[in-house]
């Protein structure tokens, strides 16, 4: 077939016109043999015209698509392969075991995450100092205070440092025969818990007890009291140790 349709039709020996010539021309339309109906097409207005998906990467020349040429929100999540995803690509993602530079619009890579929660596992670590003396007794009637600023705690572990205190380990003893003996504690909101208690009647009965216990510490918390209670004068009516700390190491 024929790549271009005439617009006119000549026989032979008719005489030529210049309106014939014209309507030769005005009214030629494309051929179907003028296009490769894979990429082009003739319309139904004799046009030709690129052909719906007719276009493929093969016919894109090299350098061709532009970031300009892209427009704004074309390229959606579905056109992106997952493996074109890379770590390199991605540029709100701290890899940072201590969390430091965390924000609230960055992600962290699991390594980081794994790290900073390990480090953040409780450690229990020895006490070698503090305000005061670490081990106290009371043998006569009457209460004694004692008052420790967690600033002053020291320890020879090498994760330590106060601000990562969570807990206080005591050791707790108390003796009584006639009456009762307590050994406590301020918890963090102040009230104050009781860690050993030892009662006896007036009968001669002797009771006598020992516990280890964990007092919370608060971030912020400054200071820590334990109390010494006696009613019924002993030899140790009431006795504590401080062993240690539950530390946190990653804070």
């Given at each position: 077939m024929a790549i271009i349709n005439k617009g006119t039709a000549f026989s032979n020996g008719e005489q030529l016109s210049a309106s014939k010539l014209n309507d030769l021309v005005d009214g030629a339309t494309f051929g179907t043999d003028s296009v490769d109906n894979a990429s082009t097409i003739v319309n139904a207005n004799g046009a030709i015209t690129v052909?719906?998906?007719?276009?493929?990467?093969?016919?894109?020349?090299?350098?061709?698509?532009?970031?300009?040429?892209?427009?704004?929100?074309?390229?959606?999540?579905?056109?992106?392969?997952?493996?074109n995803v890379t770590f390199a690509k991605l540029t709100d993602v701290i890899d940072d075991d201590t969390m430091a530079t965390a924000t609230d619009s960055t992600l962290a890579t699991s390594e980081s995450i794994k790290a900073y929660v390990t480090a953040m596992r409780p450690k229990f670590v020895d006490i070698t100092g503090a305000t005061i003396a670490i081990s106290n007794s009371k043998s006569t009637t009457g209460s004694q205070t004692y008052t420790y600023n967690i600033a002053d705690f020291t320890s020879d572990d090498v994760d330590f440092s106060t601000n990562k205190i969570v807990g206080l380990v005591i050791l707790a003893y108390a003796t009584s025969s006639q009456?009762?003996?307590?050994?406590?504690?301020?918890?963090?909101?102040?009230?104050?818990?009781?860690?050993?208690?030892a009662s006896a009647d007036s009968t001669g009965d002797f009771d006598q007890s020992q516990t280890t216990t964990t007092i919370p510490i608060n971030s912020g918390q400054t200071s820590i009291d334990i109390t010494l209670e006696v009613n019924d004068a002993q030899t140790i009516a009431a006795k504590f140790d401080l062993m240690g700390f539950i530390i946190l190491p990653g804070l």
């Open positions: 052909r719906d998906s007719g276009v493929t990467a093969a016919k894109l020349a090299t350098g061709s698509v532009t970031t300009t040429k892209i427009a704004a929100g074309a390229v959606t999540t579905a056109k992106i392969l997952d493996d009456s009762s003996n307590v050994v406590k504690a301020d918890l963090p909101t102040g009230l104050q818990t009781a860690i050993v208690r």
